[in-house]
């Protein structure tokens, strides 16, 4: 049973970087390093905001998932919430639901927290396996580059 968590940075790291290792290589949309990565975990775990908002999928144990968020305000002073790309090694990604589940916990996070009724998400036209998780969690392609869904 998959059982989604807040990320711990002194007992996670280790087992988030091998997670992210294989994403960046098999299935991330961007690019970028380690070192980068665990620079923006360090600064967002001493950031009240932030800190909750990092979730982990663990499955007997053993994490197999990890997601967060992004708020920013747009040049127009519109507040908006990006959730990320959930990150799952290639071979934890097929079937398991854990894609859905994070990104079903951090809608409940920002929704009850944060107090927003509408979500932002990236996904290429060509990522069909996302785009499904998309239509099962009634995320529309919006008129605007972004795909959302109100919450």
């Not at 932030?50 to 507040?79: C, E, H, P, W």
């Not at 790309?85 to 934890?92: A, G, M, R, Y």
Request: proline fraction near 2%; charged fraction near 35%; glycine fraction near 4%.
């Amino acid at each position: 049973m998959i059982v989604i968590d807040r990320f711990d940075p002194r007992s996670d790291k280790p087992a988030l970087k091998e997670i992210f290792e294989d994403f960046i290589e098999t299935k991330s949309y961007f690019f970028s390093h380690w070192k980068k990565f665990e620079e923006e975990l360090n600064r967002r775990a001493l950031d009240l905001q932030y800190r909750n908002s990092m979730v982990v999928a663990k499955l007997d144990g053993q994490i197999v998932g990890f997601g967060t968020y992004t708020l920013f305000r747009d040049y127009l002073g519109n507040d908006r919430v990006l959730i990320h790309q959930v990150l799952t090694k290639k071979e934890d990604s097929f079937k398991k639901g854990i894609e859905e589940k994070i990104i079903r916990e951090i809608q409940l996070y920002i929704k009850r927290t944060l107090k927003m009724d509408k979500v932002y998400f990236i996904c290429p036209n060509e990522d069909g396996a996302l785009r499904s998780l998309f239509l099962k969690l009634g995320v529309n392609k919006s008129k605007n580059i972004w795909y959302e869904r109100e919450i």
